[in-house]
């Protein structure tokens, strides 16, 4: 797959493909995927006996607890225009990506950060919290139907980096997974989210990737 493709310089000379209309396109689809997943999935969430915590709104205002939703909302809007600009053939990533890396980077530095004073036995327990398996596997689930969503939007284009298109939507996927989960999660520790948010995030990533090198193929 390269740039002399006839279907990518026929893609490359329609003026009517332009950034403007393939941004548009993603953030509909995006966010009519991600409106019935987080009813649906919170709804799950509350017949497993896993409800909106009840403080919610008490505690959204302590740092703590809203960066668990802040930072992978920074994930998703720096991961969002990389790959809409993956859409088009010309794009490449080189210091493009750097945003991303940097709110990707953001929950690990803050794990690290709060166990760096504490002794081995806090630390473990920290980390472990209560529920990092449903953490990472409700993330994991949420994720599924926004990739998909994604790359029915990413085929629209003509993406010649389908693993980095993929594993960018995945991480996008990860991150809105993450914000909906953190209505329930009542594990307030960066240690915690710092680390299971990322490795979920991380993984959604790892899954895009593998449906980018599929489905993205030329």
């Not at 530095?109 to 806090?122: Q, R």
């Not at 991150?175 to 915690?192: L, V």
Request: proline share 5%; with cysteine.
């Amino acid at each position: 797959m390269t740039q002399s493709h006839p279907l990518i310089e026929e893609y490359c000379a329609d003026a009517k493909v332009t950034s403007g209309s393939l941004s548009r396109h993603y953030w509909t689809v995006l966010v009519l995927a991600a409106l019935p997943i987080a009813l649906i999935g919170l709804w799950i969430f509350h017949l497993a006996g896993a409800s909106v915590r009840p403080d919610y709104f008490d505690l959204i205002t302590n740092a703590g607890v809203a960066l668990k939703q802040v930072i992978p909302l920074m994930i998703l809007l720096t991961g969002a225009p990389i790959i809409i600009m993956l859409m088009r053939p010309e794009t490449r990533l080189s210091g493009n990506i750097l945003p991303l890396v940097a709110a990707l980077s953001i929950l690990p530095i803050m794990m690290v950060w709060t166990l760096a004073p504490l002794t081995g036995e806090l630390r473990f327990s920290l980390i472990q919290g209560d529920g990092f398996v449903q953490c990472l596997l409700s993330i994991s689930a949420l994720s599924v139907g926004l990739i998909a969503a994604q790359i029915t939007v990413l085929r629209n284009g003509a993406v010649t980096k389908p693993i980095a298109a993929g594993a960018i939507a995945g991480a996008a996927a990860g991150a809105i997974s993450a914000i909906i989960y953190a209505f329930i999660c009542t594990e307030d520790s960066p240690a915690f989210y710092g680390l299971w948010y990322t490795v979920g995030i991380l993984f959604a990533g790892s899954i895009g990737a593998a449906a980018g090198k599929i489905f993205l193929k030329w």
